[in-house]
């Protein structure tokens, strides 16, 4: 319970849906993939630990958005976005689970 | 509208578009809701957010997330920004942009934070601060004959109250019970969450200012076995701890949804 005393109490009241956790990468991801990638479920390599995108530790957003396991902290993906290209590392993740219609 | 795919890189499926903002009303003394009109707006399910795109005259962007405040409106939408004092986007957004300006949006995006009107059970909302914007979005959207819905709104105190006064007349409706939580100071009488002096509820209980704790999500209809789908939103801190009072009450994991926000990159 101290760290919603402190989240209350850091930053002042907290900013107004600026995103902490994976819901913020749909926009980004949103970019490269066909379906909405929030709701796919993605297995860390490091700590074998499964989590939908959209729950994973989120920080950026510059100079990109990193997205960490939240049960062994490890990077599972990075998203960087330059004038002319999206840089999409997926490195941490075994493997993704998109569920599909059907 | 301008769809076609780029040739040989990524398409303009989700572009950017263009924005103008039609209204702006002043919720509390930080809070501050935008009424955009979006070219061609597809349409948004309640929970989605959208991304905002500030562009300065020497081509610097800044890009934030919002969630949508209410359902659309043809090419309308509603966001509602909370003021960070040292923020790059939400001082201005809230102090400097202004009625007719325009700003890029991109969106809906989201799938996971949302409420659709068909799937089954009650719904129970659990708001840290102005983590009350996606959850008024999912209260917005039910239907007057729909599931039973459940707000827990924990705010400082009651000046931070965001949607105040439709929130009491919500709380009045068939179907819909709103309680607040005071963290600092206040206490809030009856349903309607007014900041009463003695600091009874309508129960003639007293829910003395304090953290969000397990009594706040209790009581009939709203248990393990009701089988209410939670949605809880606000700073990183408070969402942890309201999902550990749900879990430990024996919620079903996979019935509690979580969208966290903090004071950086504001």
Known sequence: MQGQDSAENSGEEPVGGAGLDGNVLAGPLSEVFAVDITTAVGRCRGCGTSSAIATLRVHGPQPGLVGRCPGCDDVLLRIVRTPDAVWLDLGGLISLRIPAAG | MARAAIPGGLSARRAWRPARLLERRVESASATTLVLDVTDWPGHLPGQHVDVRLTADDGYTATRSYSLAAPAEGDRVEVTVQRVPDGEVSPFLC??????????????????????????GPVLLVAGGSGVVPLMAMLRARPAVGPPFRLVY????????????ELAALAGTDGVDVRHVFTRRGAPVGADGADGADGADGAGHVRPPGRLRSADLEGAGWGPADAPTCYVCGPTGFVEAAATILASAGHDAARIRTERFGPTGS
């Open chain 2, 95 to 120: 102090d400097v942009f202004q009625v007719g300006d325009a700003v890029e949006l991109r969106g809906p995006v989201g799938g996971w934070f949302v409420w659709r009107p068909d799937q089954p």
């Open chain 2, 154 to 165: 924990s705010a400082r105190q009651p000046d931070d109250v965001i949607y105040r006064e």
